[in-house]
Structure formats: structure tokens, C-alpha cells
């Protein structure tokens, strides 16, 4: 069964995107901890990042440092954190979270409530950047 993230890759449902190639996709979380919170995701679906072969895992991870330099460009923010959880969705996928402390990447934390219109405002201003 295909995941929500594939059917993002598809275009079966709409996304905020934020970068793509031919292997990778990043788009802004909708249920974000911070502004700028971005997902980055292999287009192959695949279970566990563990789990990709090593040249696929190192193109993910440079194209997500791309994404987050970019993301560190358009929210004031100290750092980039990285998280990598792997339980929400059967899909590999990096959060990208601009945090300014240790605690700015709890997942327990309330997410933020953005209208349309700022995730397309965030989106747009991360990928000018790329």
C-alpha cells in the first residue's frame, strides 16, 4: 500500500514543497514545530533510512543539507535540527527543524497552526534560496 509521502511524490496529494530532484523530495510538515519545518524524503519508498543502499543515503543527506542552508537563510533561528524517527510513516524521512534550543525539536510539543497562505509564503521563500 502506497504511503501519504508516495502519494505526495504522485501528486495524488497537494504538498508545500520546498525542493525536489529526480531522487528526492522536500516539502514543509503541515503539523509544523517551528516555521520552516521540512520534510525531506527519498522518492523510493522505503521503510527505514537504515535501510537504503549508501549511495542513496548520502545523496539524501546532502540534498537535505542543501535544504537546510536554505531553511537557515529564511527563519531566525540558531540551528537546523535533524530528527529521524521513523514511526508516523512507513517512508524514510528526515525533519529538518529550525530550533534555537534543545527543546524546540520535542515532538510532544504543540504544533503551530499556520493558514494556507504562510505555508506557501515559507515554502516559496525556502526554495528561492535553493
Given at each position: 500500500m502506497a504511503t501519504i509521502f508516495s502519494k505526495i511524490i504522485s501528486g495524488e496529494i497537494p504538498a508545500f514543497k520546498v525542493a525536489e530532484s529526480d531522487n528526492f523530495l522536500a516539502f514543509?510538515?503541515?503539523?509544523?514545530?517551528?516555521?520552516?519545518?521540512?520534510?525531506?524524503i527519498p522518492k523510493k519508498e522505503i521503510d527505514y533510512v537504515f535501510d537504503m543502499d549508501d549511495d542513496a543515503y548520502k545523496e539524501l543527506f546532502l540534498f537535505a543539507k542543501?535544504?537546510?542552508?536554505?531553511?537557515?537563510?529564511?527563519v531566525p533561528c540558531t540551528k537546523i535540527g535533524v530528527?529521524?524517527?521513523g514511526l508516523e510513516v512507513a517512508h524514510a524521512h528526515i525533519?529538518?527543524?529550525p530550533i534555537n534550543d534543545v527543546y524546540d525539536i520535542d515532538f510532544k510539543k504543540e504544533k503551530l497552526k499556520l493558514s494556507h497562505d504562510q505555508f506557501v509564503q515559507i515554502a516559496s521563500s525556502i526554495a528561492s534560496k535553493l
Open positions: 514543509l510538515d503541515i503539523n509544523p514545530l517551528a516555521q520552516g519545518h521540512t520534510l525531506v542543501k535544504v537546510a542552508r536554505a531553511i537557515k537563510q529564511v530528527a529521524i524517527i525533519h529538518l527543524v
